[in-house]
């Protein structure tokens, strides 16, 4: 519980470039100074905190005390790795992935959801859109993170477990859609006979997508925004709010 110190040997080509440190190598270290274990605990408290309350939360703790810095450094560096391995990760768990025996039916939901970009320039954008002659209106710094699901039910109704997958803002959602139809056909490739439903919302990008999927498949608005739609439609025959109006939701 402390800082050690380990001599190590360096080795460098008398050409130049960087120094090669062999145990470092077999010891998996990340980054210059991260084991294994330890990138695994500091990737899932950024995950869930800020840097600097990560900073601040292994202070606390005492074990390791990594600077905020450090702390944003890391998932960036093991993301450019992540990417170049994730066809080959993605196709191995597909392999893996064992689809419950008494599921009948795979529902695949795409969607996204607006998150504000520490680099979003906010405060920037509302002014440029004004010198403009345009009106400001929507999440001005915010970026849509994609994220997609496929979940299998039994006969009953009854989901035996979901898939997640996101990523962070991408345009078109483009990684993400690749992915949701790979682990599709994945899954049709073991199980055939699974009858496939696609659920989401109103987005016309999320059905340009889903609709592409093969193989053909039901189609469901999500709850809420057919809700909202309908309720758009009874406040323009009613009028929003009236007596009838709230008979007509209550019916």
């Given amino acids: ?5 380990v001599t190590r040997s360096r080795y460098r080509h008398p050409q130049g470039g960087h120094a090669v440190c062999p145990l470092e190598l077999r010891a998996g270290i990340l980054e210059g100074s991260w084991t294994p274990l330890a990138a695994k605990q500091a990737t899932w408290v950024v995950a ?6 990560g900073e601040d939360l292994f202070n606390l703790l005492g074990n390791m005390t990594p600077s905020k810095s450090t702390l944003d450094r890391l998932p960036k560096a093991l993301h450019i790795q992540g990417e170049t ?15 419950p025996p008494e599921a009948v039916t795979m529902a695949v939901s795409l969607d996204g959801v607006m998150a504000p970009m520490q680099d979003g320039q906010r405060h920037a954008k509302r002014p440029q859109a004004r010198a403009q002659g345009q009106a400001p209106s929507g999440p001005a710094g915010y970026q849509e993170v994609g994220w997609a699901t496929v979940s299998y039910y039994d ?14 803002p991408e345009t078109q ?3 993400l859609k690749r992915q949701l139809t790979a682990a599709v056909m994945g899954a049709l490739s073991q199980r055939p006979d699974l009858r496939v439903v696609k ?5 016309p990008d999320n059905w340009s997508s889903l609709g592409e999927t093969r193989p053909l498949g039901g189609e469901v608005l999500d709850v809420y925004h057919a809700t909202e739609q309908l309720g758009a439609a009874r406040g323009a025959a009613y009028g929003e709010g009236t007596p009838p109006d709230q008979a007509r939701v209550e019916t």
């Fill in 85 to 99: 391995q994730r066809p080959r990760f993605e196709a191995t768990w597909r392999h893996q992935e064992a689809i």
């Fill in 1 to 5: 519980m402390g800082p050690v110190r």
């Fill in 48 to 53: 869930h905190l800020t840097p600097k309350e």
């Fill in 199 to 203: 659920v989401a919302d109103g987005a």
């Fill in 155 to 168: 006969r009953s109704g009854a989901r035996l477990g979901p898939r997640r997958m996101a990523r962070m």
């Fill in 173 to 175: 959602k483009a990684t």
